[in-house]
């Protein structure tokens, strides 16, 4: 079983920062694949930014050049360094892991790929 808890969300304004956490509770952590989701009032969840086992990683077009994932598998946790934030960033942010026994090598942008998630933290982007 792994558990995940995000932490940093936040309110801030249009052009500010904010550095999101996730806690990841388990076994084998560098074996995983993990990404940041987020979700916006009324819209399907989306990929963000992902992390594979071998440190390969995958960002949206939106988040290009503004976030950075980052992944410490000594210390199992998973960041998401965010500048540059607009009005369009808000949502509820998840972390999330694949993780099947195997190493997770793959890209995997789509939500039914990941079977950890966490309970996610509110970001909020004023303008």
């Known amino acids: 079983q792994v558990q995940l808890v995000e932490s940093g969300g936040g309110s801030v304004q249009a052009g500010g920062s904010l550095r999101l956490s996730c806690a990841v509770g388990?076994?084998?952590?560098?074996?995983?694949?993990m990404g940041w989701f987020r979700q916006a009032p009324g819209k399907e969840r989306e990929g963000v930014a992902i992390?594979?086992?071998?440190?390969?990683?995958r960002y949206a077009d939106s988040a290009k050049g503004r976030f950075t994932i980052s992944k410490d598998n000594a210390k199992n946790t998973l960041s998401l360094q965010m500048n540059s934030l607009e009005p369009e960033d808000t949502g509820m942010y998840y972390c999330?892991?694949?993780?099947?026994?195997?190493?997770?090598?793959?890209?995997?942008?789509?939500?039914?790929?990941?079977?950890?998630w966490g309970q996610g933290t509110q970001v909020t982007v004023s303008s």
């Open positions: 999330a892991a694949r993780y099947s026994g195997a190493i997770c090598v793959g890209l995997y942008f789509a939500t039914l790929e990941y079977n950890y």
């Open positions: 388990g076994y084998a952590y560098n074996q995983y694949c």
């Open positions: 992390i594979n086992s071998l440190g390969r990683i």
